[in-house]
């Protein structure tokens, strides 16, 4: 089963609208998460790094007031897209690490977005 | 950047093995991660490397040489489930360690 459970797995909002996408690890705790975006037929790009009670670190490019995260819980990160446009449209995909390095980052199911 | 490269297309024959290489930039080089990926679904966990050699987990196998900043993933007896893309995926230090960076992925296509 899932060690990583990502919600909504679809969704569907109005330009100009919010959107927030959950990431839950499940049994274990995750002191840091990593949200990611995949283009259709593109690689994973790495959004940010959501860190447990501090701000989330993002990556050049990324806009931190549009895509906002909150990690309020050690199992509970939270992506929110603010002022949805189309071209967020996208496949957004959350990880968390398990434990030691290795064969232990987990992703989750991912979560689409189609912004009308 | 840390450029990871991996062909991005491949075809191979039911049955048949196939090889799809991976290269990256060795400086700060932490682990490589192979993960599979299939239209639409979040990637799946392959293998993961971090010392030179060949680890091998069923069907499917995964090569490291660190000193020259190059990978593999070996799939055997292949399936038409194997159809998918196939993500090479290094971490570096000072990054984080889990901080995936991610090639472009490989799509194989598996024929009757």
């Known amino acids: 089963g899932a060690v990583v459970s990502q919600h909504p797995s679809r969704v569907i909002c109005k330009s100009g609208t919010s959107v927030k996408i959950e990431c839950r690890s499940l049994?274990?705790?995750?002191?840091?998460m990593f949200w990611y975006r995949q283009f259709p037929k593109k690689s994973l790009m790495l959004m940010a790094t959501?860190?447990?009670?501090?701000?989330?670190?993002?990556e050049q490019g990324v806009e931190k007031d549009k895509f906002l995260i909150n990690h309020a819980s050690l199992t509970l990160s939270t992506l929110t897209v603010t002022s949805a446009h189309p071209e967020d449209s996208s496949f957004y995909i959350c990880?968390?690490?398990?434990?030691?390095?290795?064969?232990?980052?987990?992703f989750g199911e991912g979560s689409w977005l189609t912004v009308v | 950047g840390q450029n990871i490269d991996q062909p991005t297309e491949m075809t191979a024959t039911e049955g048949a093995i196939v090889q799809i290489n991976c290269t990256y930039q060795?400086?700060?080089?932490?682990?490589l991660f192979w993960y599979q990926q299939h239209a639409g679904e979040a990637p799946t966990f392959l293998s993961y490397n971090v010392l030179d050699g060949l680890e091998e987990k069923g069907r499917f196998s995964s090569f490291l040489s660190r000193s020259k900043g190059y990978s593999y993933l070996l799939l055997k007896e292949l399936q038409m489930k194997d159809s998918a893309s196939y993500l090479c995926a290094v971490t570096y230090s000072g990054a984080g360690s889990y901080q995936l960076t991610f090639g472009k992925g490989t799509k194989l296509s598996v024929i009757p």
């Open positions: 990880s968390a690490p398990f434990g030691g390095p290795g064969n232990t980052i987990y």
């Open positions: 060795t400086s700060g080089f932490n682990g």
């Open positions: 959501s860190n447990e009670g501090s701000k989330a670190t993002y």
């Open positions: 049994d274990f705790q995750a002191t840091t």
